[in-house]
């Protein structure tokens, strides 16, 4: 049973650099790890899968701000940062790994958190998220 398990939630293609000392980061590469599977069969490339997550994360904003239910955001952060972690797994797979999809991933790493912060002073309206936001932002 564990030999089936240790195959489906592979560490083969982990960023061991990030993972060291950080159980939680090595548990989210091993959910991820079928779904980069997926991912890569599908012939989607790294900056395609980063290019979702970024969909995906616009939407958990918008349901952030201007949605009643935190469901619609959970759902879609949730798949934000999934993706987040599949696009390095399948460029290591598929050994695309480059400066400039480094980049990429990172500048939309730092305009979801952008969105998230910006939502919570949408989604309050009240001077201290505002100031608290604005102050995380830059």
């Not at 958990?60 to 239910?69: C, K, N, R, S, T």
């Not at 935190?70 to 695309?96: E, K």
Request: proline share 1%.
């Amino acid at each position: 049973m564990t030999n089936i398990t240790d195959r489906i939630f592979s560490d083969k293609y982990v960023n061991h650099e990030a993972v060291v000392a950080n159980v939680v980061l090595l548990l989210m590469y091993r959910f991820a790890y079928p779904f980069a599977v997926l991912l890569n069969k599908l012939h989607l490339s790294p900056n395609q899968i980063t290019t979702q997550s970024l969909v995906f994360s616009i939407f958990a904003f918008i349901a952030l701000a201007y949605d009643e239910g935190w469901v619609w955001f959970s759902i879609c952060w949730g798949v934000s940062v999934l993706l987040d972690f599949c696009d390095g797994t399948v460029a290591r797979m598929t050994d695309r790994v480059s400066k400039t999809a480094f980049r990429y991933d990172h500048m939309s790493d730092t305009f979801k958190i952008f969105l998230v912060v910006l939502g919570v002073g949408i989604r309050y309206d009240d001077m201290l998220f505002w100031i608290l936001s604005s102050t995380l932002i830059f």
